[in-house]
Structures are given as structure tokens and as C-alpha cells.
């Protein structure tokens, strides 16, 4: 089982065209603890974070979780560059 370290720069290099739901928990629970919970009827999760500001004044970002197993690329790319904007990695 990877970790989501190695995830995360695996993900930066090529993003999946849909990631399994247990992947993307993994790197959630990983750079944003606590912060993330599931919408209602679980077809969505939602992170709060301020790294979303410039998203959004609630500082949230909603993804939508495909069939309760799987998180399109669009959704792994928003991840991914708030997980980046996150530890300030400016030159990956």
C-alpha cells in the first residue's frame, strides 16, 4: 500500500483519469485531518481549509465521489494543488 507522500508526487507527475476513493482518503486524511467530512447522502465530501480561500470565500471544496468509490481527475487536480499550495512547494 502506498503512502500518501508517495501518492501525492505519483499523482503530480500523472493524475488518474478517476482515483479510488480509498486513495483520495488517504491523502485527505493525511494533509488535511479533521478537515474533511461527507456531504449529505454521501455523495460528495467536503474539505475546509483556508488554503480554499482563493477558491471560494468559505474556504471550502466540494468533490463528488462517483458511485461512493471514485474521484474524477478534475476533483485529484484540485486536490492536488491545495495539497501543494499547502507545504509551499512552488517548483513541482
Given at each position: 500500500m502506498k503512502s500518501a507522500e508517495k501518492l501525492y508526487k505519483e499523482w503530480l507527475k500523472?493524475?488518474?483519469?478517476?482515483?479510488?476513493f480509498q486513495d483520495v482518503k488517504k491523502l485527505l486524511?493525511?494533509?488535511?485531518?479533521?478537515?474533511?467530512r461527507w456531504g449529505s447522502?454521501?455523495?460528495?465530501?467536503?474539505?475546509?481549509?483556508?488554503?480554499?480561500?482563493?477558491?471560494n470565500e468559505y474556504g471550502e471544496l466540494s468533490i463528488a465521489v462517483k458511485s461512493g468509490r471514485f474521484v474524477k481527475r478534475y476533483y485529484v487536480k484540485k486536490i492536488l494543488e491545495a495539497i501543494t499550495i499547502l507545504r509551499g512547494d512552488t517548483n513541482e
Open positions: 500523472n493524475p488518474p483519469r478517476e482515483a479510488r486524511d493525511h494533509f488535511f485531518p479533521e478537515q474533511w447522502q454521501r455523495s460528495h465530501i467536503v474539505i475546509s481549509s483556508d488554503v480554499f480561500k482563493h477558491m
